[in-house]
C-alpha cells in the first residue's frame, strides 16, 4: 500500500477544516506520520492528544518562511525522510475589489500562491542535490475557482488560476520523470466556513476522503465532485 505507517507526511495548514479531516483520515486508517505546520497554536495539544506520535505540529506562518528546508531542519525534521507534501493552507478574504486593501491581495497571493509555489521548488531542490534521490508525491489544495469566476472573490479565484498554472507547468516540466508526483485538488464549495455565501457547500469529511483516494491512486488532476469535470 502507498499510504502506510512507514510514510512521512508534510501537511499546511492542518488545524481545520480540510486539513484536519485528513490528517485525521490519514492517521486512523493508514498510520501515517504527521508533520503539521500551522499558525494555530490554540489546537497543537488536542491533536497531540488525538494522535500522540503519529502527528508533530510546528508553529509556522508559511507566507514568512523563505527557505522551507531550513526551518524543517531546525526544528529537527530531516526533509530527506518525507515522502508526501500537502500543500493546503489557504485564505479567503470574500470582499468586493473595492473593499480589499493591498495588504489583503498581497497575503492572499503569499499563502495561497507564493508559498506551494517555494515549498515545492525547495523540495525538487533539494532532491536534485542528492544522488540517490527518492520520488516526491506533490498535493496541491486548489479550487474548481482556478476555472470558473465569481462575484467578491477577485483575490482568491486569482491566487487559485496561478497556483493551478504553476502545478501543471511543473508537471509537464518532469512528465517523463519518475521522481515526482503531482496531484492537483480542485474541490467545489466546502462547509469550513470559508465561503458562507455560497448556496451549497460539501461536507469536509467527505471531501477530504476523496482527496485521500486521489493521493492513493496517484491522481493528476482531481476535480470534486467528479461530474464538475464534464462541464
Known amino acids: 500500500n502507498y499510504l502506510t505507517k512507514e ?6 495548514g492542518g488545524c481545520l477544516g480540510i486539513g484536519r479531516e485528513m490528517i485525521d483520515l490519514l ?7 504527521i508533520i503539521n505546520l500551522d499558525i494555530r497554536t490554540s489546537e497543537f495539544f488536542i491533536l497531540k492528544t488525538l494522535y500522540n506520535n503519529n502527528i508533530q505540529n510546528i508553529e509556522c506562518n508559511i507566507s514568512k518562511i523563505e527557505n522551507i528546508i531550513s526551518f524543517l531542519e531546525k526544528h529537527g525534521i530531516n526533509p530527506d525522510l518525507i515522502d508526501i507534501i500537502i500543500n493546503n493552507a489557504g485564505i479567503a478574504n470574500n470582499l468586493p475589489l473595492e473593499q480589499l486593501s493591498s495588504k489583503d491581495m498581497i497575503s492572499t497571493m503569499e499563502i495561497n500562491l507564493l508559498s506551494p509555489m517555494k515549498i515545492i521548488k525547495a523540495f525538487i531542490d533539494k532532491n536534485k542535490s542528492k544522488s540517490n534521490s527518492k520520488q516526491i508525491h506533490f498535493i496541491t489544495l486548489c479550487s474548481v475557482m482556478s476555472h470558473i469566476i465569481s462575484a467578491n472573490s477577485s483575490d482568491y479565484i486569482s491566487s487559485k488560476w496561478g497556483l493551478y498554472a504553476f502545478v501543471e507547468s511543473v508537471r509537464s516540466e518532469y512528465l517523463y520523470s519518475n521522481k515526482y508526483i503531482f496531484t492537483t485538488i480542485c474541490p ?3 462547509d469550513t466556513g470559508m ?10 469529511k467527505w471531501v477530504a476522503n476523496e482527496i485521500i483516494k486521489s493521493i492513493a491512486l496517484k491522481e493528476g488532476i482531481k476535480f470534486i465532485p467528479d461530474f464538475i469535470n464534464f462541464p
Open 27 to 33: 492517521i486512523k486508517k493508514y498510520n501515517c506520520k
Open 188 to 190: 467545489f464549495a466546502v
Open 195 to 204: 465561503f458562507p455565501n455560497f448556496f451549497f457547500c460539501m461536507k469536509t
Open 7 to 12: 510514510t512521512n507526511i508534510l501537511i499546511t
